[in-house]
């Protein structure tokens, strides 16, 4: 059974950085989309970012309102992903999930499409 776990979350003021990692653990398979996503409390999950890295180079996909702010990049050798995110807002307050989609691959802008999800890290930015 494939293990995410996230980590990096926490309190920063608007304007301010965090980076945020993703621990994989059990993987089987040799390729995965890696996403983020967040969520506020009673709202339904939002499409971050995600990566996929295949034969033929490397994809990266980023929501319109995280981009040119956020960073998405995924260290193979020890499984690991970030989400480096900068100019943070009030409006990117939320829990922050990491998830993996294998093969056959899914839409990476849908929560549906990922099969492994890590229990979440909080992101809290103060205006």
């Known amino acids: 059974q494939l293990q995410l776990v996230e980590s990096g979350g926490g309190l920063v003021q608007s304007g301010g950085s965090l980076r945020l990692s993703c621990a994989v653990s059990?993987?089987?398979?040799?390729?995965?989309?890696m996403g983020w996503f967040r969520q506020t409390p009673g709202k339904e999950r939002e499409f971050v970012s995600a990566v996929n890295v295949n034969w033929s180079g490397a994809s990266t996909y980023y929501a319109d309102s995280v981009k040119g702010r956020f960073t998405i990049s995924r260290d193979t050798d020890i499984d690991r992903g970030y989400l480096q995110m900068n100019s943070l807002q009030p409006e990117d307050t939320g829990i922050y999930y990491c998830?993996?989609?294998?093969?056959?691959?899914?839409?990476?802008?849908?929560?549906?499409?990922?099969?492994?999800w890590g229990q979440g890290t909080q992101v809290t930015v103060s205006s």
């Open positions: 998830a993996a989609d294998p093969p056959p691959y899914g839409d990476v802008t849908l929560a549906e499409s990922y099969d492994y």
């Open positions: 059990g993987r089987t398979f040799t390729g995965y989309t």
